[in-house]
């Protein structure tokens, strides 16, 4: 069954929502670079990760590319993912894989709307996961862009690959189960899709996706 991660939790709330609604990871964003609405402090993380304890996984989004700094940030938190939104030097990589062997590793792959792959994948050394998610030139946005990609392109680079991996980029309720049938991906990862006018989480949307993606 394909695996589900709900991103950008901002409040215990919208945890709780989304482990409510049966994801099995959700994503909290620390460490902004790039232009995002939806990061939070290392404390507000740390709350929503305690406050999981184990229901699910848990995975930092970040932009940063110390890996110093990213190690610190998960002990701190206690996430069991991190999720790497940079071009991260792979040295850099090679300290947090070495430093923390039992968090999973999610790499970016930047699709542009047309399907083509904006970085290069295959220096990647250090990957459990790896994320297809669209870029948006314009607003300098790495990820919760709200926009699709051409999925076409995206089922031919996941043959290529040989580690599971995360479709993203213009997901919602609607759409996925779509996407899902097209892709094959191991999951679905969803921002912008599941929030209402103000920029929260919708109860419904979340379990309308949830529910979609597993069916």
Same mark, same amino acid.
């Not at 996984?57 to 939104?85: C, E, P």
């Not at 529910?211 to 069916?215: D, E, L």
């Given at each position: 069954?394909?695996?589900?991660?709900?991103?950008?939790?901002?409040?215990?709330?919208?945890?709780?929502?989304?482990?409510?609604?049966?994801?099995d990871i959700i994503g909290i964003l620390v460490g902004?670079?790039?232009?995002?609405?939806?990061?939070?402090?290392?404390? %507000?993380?740390?709350?929503?990760?305690?406050?999981?304890?184990?229901?699910?996984?848990?995975?930092?989004?970040?932009?940063?590319?110390?890996?110093? %700094?990213?190690?610190?940030?998960?002990?701190?938190?206690?996430?069991?993912?991190?999720?790497?939104?940079?071009?991260?030097?792979?040295?850099?990589?090679?300290?947090?894989?070495?430093? &923390?062997?039992?968090?999973?590793?999610?790499?970016?792959?930047?699709?542009?709307?047309?399907? %083509?792959?904006?970085?290069?994948?295959?220096?990647?050394?250090?990957?459990?996961?790896?994320? &297809?998610?669209?870029?948006?030139?314009?607003?300098?946005?790495?990820?919760?862009?709200?926009?699709?990609?051409?999925?076409?392109?995206?089922?031919?680079?996941?043959?290529? &690959?040989?580690?599971?991996?995360? &479709?993203?980029?213009?997901?919602?309720?609607?759409?996925?189960k779509q996407a899902i049938s097209l892709v094959h991906?191991?999951?679905?990862?969803?921002?912008?899709?599941?929030?209402?006018?103000?920029?929260?989480?919708?109860r419904n949307k979340v379990k309308n996706f949830i529910?979609?993606? %597993?069916?």
């Open positions: 069954m394909v695996k589900v991660k709900i991103c950008a939790n901002k409040s215990v709330e919208e945890a709780k929502m989304c482990l409510d609604a049966g994801a902004q670079e790039h232009n995002s609405s939806d990061f939070i402090d290392k404390y %507000k993380a740390k709350e929503i990760t305690r406050f999981v304890d184990k229901r699910c996984d848990v995975s930092l989004v970040t932009h940063l590319t110390d890996a110093d %700094k990213i190690i610190q940030l998960t002990k701190f938190i206690g996430n069991n993912i991190i999720q790497l939104h940079s071009d991260i030097n792979e040295n850099e990589v090679e300290k947090i894989y070495k430093s &923390l062997p039992n968090v999973k590793l999610v790499r970016l792959i930047h699709i542009s709307k047309d399907g %083509k792959v904006c970085n290069d994948y295959k220096k990647m050394k250090y990957v459990d996961y790896y994320l &297809l998610d669209s870029f948006n030139l314009q607003t300098n946005q790495v990820g919760g862009t709200g926009l699709t990609h051409d999925w076409n392109k995206s089922a031919e680079l996941i043959k290529k &690959l040989n580690k599971p991996v995360f &479709l993203a980029g213009g997901l919602n309720p609607n759409n996925v991906p191991y999951g679905v990862d969803v921002n912008s899709g599941c929030k209402n006018e103000f920029g929260m989480k919708d529910i979609n993606a %597993k069916s």
